[in-house]
């Protein structure tokens, strides 16, 4: 059963400062794996996609990276800002999967 | 623009009293799903749909319905609603399950209540 992990469940940081955000995984048989951002009570906007045979995505400030080997992803966000302050979430598919199985999220305060 | 909308984004109801939480794509997904958000337990699969006229439980189906009679739409249904479904829904879509590379797209979230 494939488990998806992000750790720390929560981060604070100064404004300015780089976020680095983990995601893990158990199950390394995976089509996709894709990062999103949750503002509280809000739906979820779509940040990444990573393919499985990709090992980074980029987009304006925000970088992930996946080594699928390791079961892992991380998702950098460069020079955050009070507005990057939401809860962000990655999801896996498995490979001939039906759902997205997602993590426990990782809440950011950027404090200005 | 290419967007999953649900409709109503917020809902209270009495135990009881069937209701119908509705789903609509403009993209031509063949995919379609629907997922919970609880505190403490993260986003969990209800439904899932591969095609109209196709649809699978999920994690947690237990005291929901759905229906796929049009592509662009997969409304869940709550025969008998009760306090435990009390909790944050999502409607998502995708062109496929079955190709690397497809993005998932999720509306903006049901706001559900039994009272």
């Known amino acids: 059963k494939q488990e998806v992990t992000q750790i720390p469940a929560a981060l604070s940081v100064p404004e300015g400062e780089n976020l680095v955000l983990n995601c893990s995984f158990t199950d390394s048989a995976i089509y996709n794996l894709q990062w999103f951002r949750q503002d509280p009570g809000k739906g979820l906007t779509s940040l990444l996609l990573i393919q499985s045979s990709q090992r980074e995505q980029t987009s304006g400030r925000l970088n992930a990276s996946l080594d699928k080997s390791s079961g892992r992803s991380t998702l950098y966000i460069a020079a955050s800002q009070p507005g990057d302050s939401a809860t962000y979430l990655c999801?896996?598919?498995?490979?001939?999967?039906?759902?997205?199985?997602f993590g426990g999220g990782t809440r950011v305060l950027v404090k200005p | 623009e290419a967007q999953v909308t649900q409709n109503p984004r917020y809902l209270i109801t009495v135990t009881g009293k069937k209701l119908t939480v509705t789903c609509s794509q403009n993209m031509n997904h063949e995919y379609m799903s629907w997922y919970r958000q609880d505190p403490g337990l993260g986003l969990r699969q209800i439904y899932y749909?591969?095609?109209?006229?196709?649809?699978d439980k999920g994690d947690v189906p237990e005291g929901y319905k759905v229906s796929r009679k049009e592509k662009r739409n997969f409304p869940l249904i709550l025969e008998s609603p009760s306090p435990n479904q009390t909790s944050l829904y999502f409607c998502a879509s995708s062109y496929s399950m079955d190709v690397a590379g497809t993005e998932a797209f999720f509306g903006q979230g049901t706001r559900l209540t039994v009272v």
């Open positions: 999801a896996v598919i498995k490979a001939a999967g039906n759902k997205l199985t």
């Open positions: 749909s591969m095609n109209v006229e196709v649809t």
